[in-house]
């Protein structure tokens, strides 16, 4: 049995491996919280286990924290049982550090772009992995 990720993520380099981790994690629409006043976006994810060889999915949490703004684009809302899927994840440095935008790229072009005081990002798994039957694919272009 694999332990459960507790990563974080101060740096762009950082955050290279916690976008890595959760590659094609499933998220629903209605698990995505933005506290104005806390200034942090938190997303439930069920997150594709990379680091094992079984096939399987963990509840995680992926917390952003010293958030300014939060811009959603191709997110439909009122339908809180909408289903993404995530992609990746990257950090824009801003002209002023460390300042910068964090940029979740969903299929299907959705994406939320999150304006932050300063880089800080964890992931933390919630739950033990529950196998699964489902595998990603990324086909090849050729």
Known sequence: MSKRLRLLAETGEDLTIISAALQDAIVRVGDIYYDRDGRSLVIITNRYSHET????????????????????????????????????IEFIPADTPPSGEIRLVFAGGGEIRV????????????????????????????
Do not use: Y
Not at 67 to 87: C, G, Q, T, W, Y
């Open 53 to 88: 060889q079984a096939p399987g999915r963990i509840k995680s949490g992926l917390g952003l924290h010293n958030i300014l703004s939060v811009k959603m684009k191709n997110i439909e809302r009122s339908d809180p049982d909408a289903f993404l899927v995530l992609l990746s």
């Open 115 to 142: 304006q932050a005081e300063c880089l800080e990002v964890r992931l933390i798994d919630i739950q033990a992995a529950r196998t699964t039957k489902s595998i990603p694919l990324h086909p090849v272009n050729e």
